[in-house]
């Protein structure tokens, strides 16, 4: 009987490490799904900044080239894919709910390519030839240089930078907003779980270093955003008392 359960206890153990890529793949969506909803509920887009897509667009793609150079893990890879899915379905939401609102007060259509109009784009469109024309440029310049190690170490330094900023954008935009409203809470209270999980799944399978520095300065950047939660809603019930 002991041996029965020692067997069974070694097949669940042995199950943990692909329960862990599947969930590190997946789970990368499920923040972003509070913030969906919200989105769709209010019909407004304000509280969320969109350059949130806008880093982690850049990000996974320069990542997906990374992987090119030095096959990391498989799961980290198509983490890459489904985030760079989600980003863009997001996208396409935001651009939906700004499209009616423009027509509903007569707004015209942005497709101004002045850099002054950067990310600021009316069309779903206009988002897509950016990914595709950033996405062919670091093909490009993979293939010249893909046999130099400095630049693919490069390449990932850049992956996880970029990735490491992924709250900034909507540090920023609550503090300029003096706000938090429209801003999916459940969102970054996911981000934090998501962050630490994944930090902890670094360490534990010796990725490379630039994954697990990544993912703890988006631990301290996720603690600040919380607390921008806290003081605003404080702030807010002061001035109606």
Known sequence: MEAELEEAWGGVWSLLPWLASGVMVVGVAVPYIPQYQEIRRTGNTDGFSTRVCLVLLV??????????GKQFELALLLQSVVMILTMMALLHLCCTVQ??????????????LDLYYFWSWSAFEDYVLFCFGFTLMCAFITLLFLNWAVFVEVLGSLAV???AMLGLPQLLQNFSNCSTH??????VVL????????TSYF???DSPVQFWVCGMVQILTDILILLQVGYYNFGSRFKLG
């Not at 990000?59 to 090119?68: E, G, S, T």
């Not at 429209?182 to 969102?187: I, L, R, T, Y």
Request: aromatic share 14%; glycine share 4%; charged share 20%.
């Open 182 to 187: 429209g801003m999916s809470v459940k969102m």
């Open 99 to 112: 499209s009616s609102n423009r027509v509903s007060i007569k707004q015209h259509r942005i497709t101004d």
């Open 161 to 163: 930078m970029f990735e």
């Open 59 to 68: 990000a996974n793609i320069l990542r997906v080239f990374f992987w090119i």
């Open 203 to 205: 360490a534990v399978n």
């Open 191 to 198: 981000w934090t779980a998501g962050d630490v999980f994944k």
